[in-house]
């Protein structure tokens, strides 16, 4: 069942009462605290900007997850991060990294992140809500990264670009080494791609994802 959300009232309905493909609300805005409340229980917006004027909110009950003490790094991987071809920062250029994610899929049929959402996530991001890993090529020039929703130890992966090979994919092994080092939870991937599953990607119950948020 996909319920509309009362523009004056922040709240969501129990997820395990939406739509077997992960869909559970429609409407509402995306506000700060919205968003946060959202993120909390494991619900995320998605939506066709060009199609839609509604938002449209989705909690899949399988979740699929990157826990960083488990993130694989192939052999080449591994070479190219130990030539030092690449710098890798955070927060450092989130604006350009969320830019550069949009600007790469704007084109494209379902694209999502438009100005509305990237408005919502800057400000996510100036209220330390939101994060940016960057990675940079030998002449400083920004050549991949991704950003997030942060929330207590955990990392909500939003958005990825690459506009060298793997550069996407440094960013990820990154953060997640980040994470281990500083005690974090799990890596939300939304949805399962071969990208990902390659990375360790694996799929938890909502139950067992919850229990993570709430530790």
Avoid at 26 to 32: A, H, K, N, P, T
Avoid at 48 to 72: A, S, T
Avoid at 80 to 107: E, P
Wanted: net charge neutral.
């Amino acid at each position: 069942m996909v319920f509309e959300l009362d523009p004056t009232e922040i709240s969501f309905p129990d997820p395990r009462l939406g739509d077997n493909d992960g869909l559970i609300a429609i409407g509402g805005d995306l506000s700060v605290d919205r968003l946060l409340l959202a993120y909390s229980n494991g619900i995320f917006p998605w939506f066709d900007f060009r199609r839609r004027k509604k938002i449209l909110w989705w909690c899949p009950m399988q979740r699929f997850v990157i826990f960083p003490e488990r993130i694989h790094v192939s052999h080449s991987m591994k070479n190219l991060m130990n030539k030092g071809d690449y710098s890798v920062t955070i927060n450092q250029d989130f604006n350009a990294v969320i830019a550069n994610c949009s600007q790469l899929r704007y084109k494209e049929e379902g694209a999502w992140l438009g100005k509305r959402m990237i408005a919502a996530y800057t400000e996510l991001h100036q209220q330390g809500f939101a994060a940016s890993i960057e990675v940079w090529n030998k002449d400083k020039q920004l050549v991949g990264g991704l950003y997030g929703v942060t929330i207590g130890r955990n990392f909500f992966g939003e958005s990825m670009f690459s506009l060298v090979p793997s550069a996407s994919k440094i960013a990820l092994i990154y953060l997640a080494n980040f994470l281990k080092e500083h005690n974090g939870g799990l890596i939300d991937c939304q949805f399962e791609t071969p990208h990902l599953k390659t990375m360790g990607g694996e799929f938890i119950s909502y139950e067992q994802y919850m229990q993570i948020l709430n530790t």
